[in-house]
């Protein structure tokens, strides 16, 4: 269990913001599991979920780094929950999926290829002696956005992405499961990334990108 309460170059759980972050979202008095769900909702709502905040760069997906920017796409927003549970001592790893996501915008399928996105990242926490699957990715207004259920976290059972919408319609589907790991297999994760959507980080600077903005103009409504 040491390797998922020590802190590592992504997950940088001693890192001052990350210590103060954390500190700020939970209480002393609180069980593991309460401060657990504060924090899943601190981070899933505070960081705004930007596919296009994918960067090369290993220092941007240090989890200090997710936070002071303030945007990042599933995979930075689990590593900065695992991270900022493991600054209050709560047992937290990484685990990833391939998931094929229906719910996207013509921009992002033009710029990937495809609706299916690989190593979608989720945060697993230990709590009450099991591990149990917490997914920040989509802040509330994102779901708002898009008319789907934000995903909720009890800190008693998995919180996985929905199959269906609000409305009925196919939402998300799990794929191929990859596994889970104390640290973030960044290498692996982009060697598989370049190799999938070789145009994604072709002639453009994605973090000119906003895909709430785009959602909300496809969608016919306001950004909340």
Not at 16 to 42: G, M, Q, W
Not at 180 to 191: G, K, Q, T
């Amino acid at each position: 269990m040491e390797d998922y309460l020590t802190p590592t170059f992504y997950i940088d759980s001693d890192h001052p913001d990350i210590v103060e972050f954390s500190k700020r979202h939970t209480r002393a008095d609180h069980s593991p599991v309460e401060n657990a769900v504060d924090l899943y909702y601190a981070v899933r709502d505070s960081v705004r979920y930007n596919p296009y905040a994918v960067s090369p760069s290993k220092a941007d997906m240090k989890a200090s780094a997710v936070l002071n920017l303030g945007e990042g796409y599933c995979v930075a927003k689990a590593v900065l929950l695992a991270a900022c549970l493991r600054s209050v001592k709560i047992p937290a790893r990484l685990g990833f999926a391939d998931v094929k996501n229906h719910l996207t915008t013509g921009r992002l399928r033009e710029r990937m290829g495809t609706d299916i996105f690989i190593w979608h990242g989720y945060t697993d926490i230990f709590l009450e002696d099991k591990w149990v699957k917490a997914t920040p990715a989509f802040n509330l207004s994102l779901c708002e956005t898009f008319k789907v259920k934000s995903l909720e976290f009890d800190g008693k059972s998995d919180s996985v992405f929905h199959a269906f919408d609000v409305k009925g319609n196919r939402h998300m589907e799990y794929l191929k499961d990859h596994g889970r790991f104390s640290d973030l297999p960044w290498e692996r994760i982009m060697a598989d990334f370049i190799a999938t959507y070789p145009k994604y980080l072709e002639g453009v600077d994605l973090k000119t990108e906003d895909f709430a903005a785009q959602a909300a103009s496809e969608l016919g409504r306001k950004t909340v």
